[in-house]
């Protein structure tokens, strides 16, 4: 009798222990992590045509962050993607300067998704879009690899 009161105590105690050595494990999601290319405008006044080369995984995205006064006139054309299969752009907002200085720059901001293993270029420009406005003032070449 005692023994078999051992063995119900054992039995009873192993049981939640073999219970969750039976369950499935789920694989970890692959690394989703951001990328980020942030630039100023003192960034592009010091280089006017800057290239960048990264590198993303198959569901990972790229955020890019480009200084930007439209209190002058200028402003970041629409971003042009070469192959839209690989990376796909996800968003555009501007953020408001974080200061009260009358004139001073804020932010062009996109998200790019990663669609796609491949490469594609991603290509943005500052200008004045008017007619007889400067065009292509600064430029940013993004070469993207996505793995």
């Keep these: ?4 009161l051992i063995f119900g105590l054992v039995a009873i105690l192993l049981l939640p222990l073999l ?6 494990i789920e ?6 992590q951001a990328k980020t290319i942030e630039l100023t405008l003192d960034d592009f006044s010091a280089q006017n045509n800057i290239t960048k080369n990264i590198e993303l995984t198959r569901t990972g995205s790229l955020i890019v962050s480009l200084g930007s006064n439209a209190s002058t006139g200028y402003q970041w ?5 070469s192959d839209a299969t690989k990376v796909t752009q996800a968003s555009r907002n501007f953020m408001e ?3 009260t200085l009358v004139g001073a720059a804020g ?4 998200t790019f998704d990663a669609k796609a293993a491949g490469t594609t270029t991603i ?5 004045r879009p008017w007619e007889g406005g400067e065009k292509n ?3 940013l070449t993004i070469n993207v690899t996505v793995k």
């Design 27 to 32: 694989p970890s999601p692959p690394d989703t």
């Design 77 to 81: 054309g629409e971003a042009e993607i």
């Design 137 to 139: 003032t600064f430029t």
């Design 107 to 110: 932010k062009d901001v996109w």
């Design 97 to 99: 300067p974080q200061t």
């Design 1 to 4: 009798m005692k023994k078999l």
């Design 123 to 127: 290509k943005m420009s500052y200008g």
């Design 19 to 24: 219970v969750l050595g039976c369950k499935k």
